[in-house]
């Protein structure tokens, strides 16, 4: 199992960055995969997941109504498009994933494997 998160950047507060998953060594079908953020001196949060088996989502409050997960199965990719930035937003991003059935969840204990992040600064 591998992961490996890209796209990261500056962008000015009220900009957009889309960052991309790229997953081997399993199908996305059956796995459930997070994005998870951490900053210095905060908890690690996590802002969006997808299901593996129905493709149901979840999102962190928030980031709910700018933030959108997607996956695209025959790529083994899975996007986070993230609109309206705010400097808060400001974090190492990462990707994580688990075996599971059912809906996806935002604990990172329940995730097994995790990829290298990438980095999101937004100015103010």
């Known amino acids: 199992v591998q992961l490996q998160a890209s796209g990261g950047g500056l962008v000015q507060t009220g900009g957009s960055l889309r960052l991309s998953c790229a997953t081997s060594?399993?199908?996305?079908?059956?796995?459930?995969i997070g994005w998870f953020r951490q900053s210095p001196g905060k908890e690690r949060e996590g802002v969006a997941c997808?299901?593996?088996?129905?493709?149901?989502?979840n999102y962190a409050d928030s980031v709910k109504g700018r933030f959108t997960i997607s996956r695209d199965s025959a790529k083994n990719t899975v996007d986070l498009q993230m609109n309206s930035l705010k400097p808060e937003d400001t974090a190492v991003y990462y990707c994580?994933?688990?075996?599971?059935?059912?809906?996806?969840?935002?604990?990172?204990?329940?995730?097994?494997?995790w990829g290298q992040g990438t980095q999101v600064t937004v100015s103010s």
């Open positions: 994580l994933t688990a075996d599971s059935f059912g809906s996806c969840l935002l604990r990172a204990e329940s995730y097994d494997h």
């Open positions: 060594g399993f199908s996305l079908d059956y796995y459930m």
């Open positions: 997808i299901s593996g088996s129905d493709g149901s989502r």
